[in-house]
């Protein structure tokens, strides 16, 4: 059992993974700002784990609060999530992103620094690959110019946090690159909360459906895929959550083969935009409204994980399929609405 910090603990995946980490013996100390989840995320965690995490609302850019927490409590290993992450708005407002993103995870490199916490795990995202020349993508594939400042920030995280560990011997990271995480927790009881209008495709569609959006568009049907639209590799929130206490329990237990280690975390299979909403009127009996719209720009057409190395190195793999993904996602928008 450990002590382990999850900074955007009360977020989509933070939530989750809160939950994983507790079901798997851990005690959970969550620092949220709350900027884009709410603290009922706490009583959805309590619930569904049987325990409530510490938790204290600041801002991670405030050095001074971060530094008085890792000094008031006795920390083994951070899990770090605490980002911004909506590609469109990081374009719009590139320094709020730099500076949120990166500061805050500088001043929790420091702290934990100064108080001598050795083990991070950062929440990275495949979106560093850009679109591969060649697929899968393995965590060798070459990392390309971010398309967003938010894509942007996860490339400079990583090379912080390898900056980090050349000058500092007690020092590791792992950093995980999801690739596109969607889905709820199994009760139906968490799941994604987005603020606004989603820009995601899971929770457009579970929307549209519930009849809060009138219809979805698909953002192209003239790629290069078997049925014209984009493909990603979505991979289940739950399955994510698992493969961080994986990772920090590697860690902890002093297995990690070097400082600095990556895993792609995907099911290593790409499912197109069609195929995601024949899954969800499959799963759920409900009939999707929607029309096909010209691409969106910065959409890469198709990209999915080789998942060797996690299945191979971490002992982690995605067992949840695409079915139970929109599945669980439509039992968390009809939980949403029945609390209205
Ligand atoms: C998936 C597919 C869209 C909405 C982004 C970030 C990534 C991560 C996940 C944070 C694409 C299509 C979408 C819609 C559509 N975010 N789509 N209609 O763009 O692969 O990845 O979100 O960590 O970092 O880059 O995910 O869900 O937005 O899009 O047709 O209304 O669905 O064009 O092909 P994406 P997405």
Do not use: C
């Not at 000094?71 to 469109?88: C, L, P, Q, R, T």
């Not at 697929?135 to 070459?142: G, I, N, R, S, Y």
């Not at 899971?202 to 219809?215: N, V």
């Not at 010209?294 to 994980?305: C, L, M, N, S, T």
Request: charged share 25%; net charge negative.
């Amino acid at each position: 059992m450990s002590n382990i910090l999850v900074t955007g603990g009360t977020g989509y995946i933070g939530s989750h993974t809160a939950i994983e980490l507790i079901k798997a013996g851990h005690e959970v100390l969550i620092i949220d700002d709350l900027s884009n989840s709410t603290i009922e995320s706490l009583d959805r965690i309590e619930k569904l784990s049987g325990k409530r995490p510490i938790f204290e609302q600041f801002k991670l850019r405030d050095s001074a609060k971060v530094d008085d927490f890792f000094e008031e409590y006795d920390i083994d290993a951070i899990i770090h999530f605490a980002a911004y992450k909506a590609v469109g708005e990081s374009v719009a407002h590139p320094m709020m992103y730099y500076k949120n993103n990166l500061v805050s995870l500088a001043n929790v490199v420091d702290a934990m620094t100064t108080s001598k916490v050795k083990n991070i795990v950062f929440s990275s995202s495949a979106t560093v690959y850009g679109q591969p020349d060649v697929l899968p993508a393995t965590e060798e594939t070459p990392v390309v110019p971010a398309e967003s400042p938010y894509g942007n920030t996860k490339q400079i995280g990583e090379q912080m946090l390898i900056d980090q560990t050349i000058a500092t011997e007690n020092f590791n990271a792992i950093a995980l690159r999801y690739f596109n995480p969607i889905g709820a927790h199994e009760s139906g009881e968490n799941g994604e909360l987005p603020t606004g209008t989603p820009n995601n495709l899971m929770p457009f569609i579970t929307q549209t459906a519930i009849g809060l959006r009138d219809e979805l568009k698909i953002f192209g049907d003239d790629y290069n895929t078997p049925d014209g639209t984009a493909v990603r590799d979505y991979i289940h929130v739950v399955d994510i959550a698992k493969a961080h206490v994986k990772a920090i329990e590697r860690m902890i237990g002093g297995k990690s083969e070097s400082q600095f280690e990556i895993f792609n975390l995907g099911t290593g299979k790409g499912f197109s935009v069609k195929e995601v909403i024949d899954s969800f009127e499959k799963t759920t009996g409900e009939k999707l409204n929607y029309s096909v719209a010209p691409r969106r720009g910065g959409d890469v057409e198709q990209i999915y994980a080789s998942t060797d190395k996690a299945n191979k190195v971490l002992g982690w793999k995605a067992e949840l399929s695409l079915d139970e993904m929109t599945l669980s996602a439509w039992k968390w928008e009809k939980y949403l609405a029945s609390k209205k």
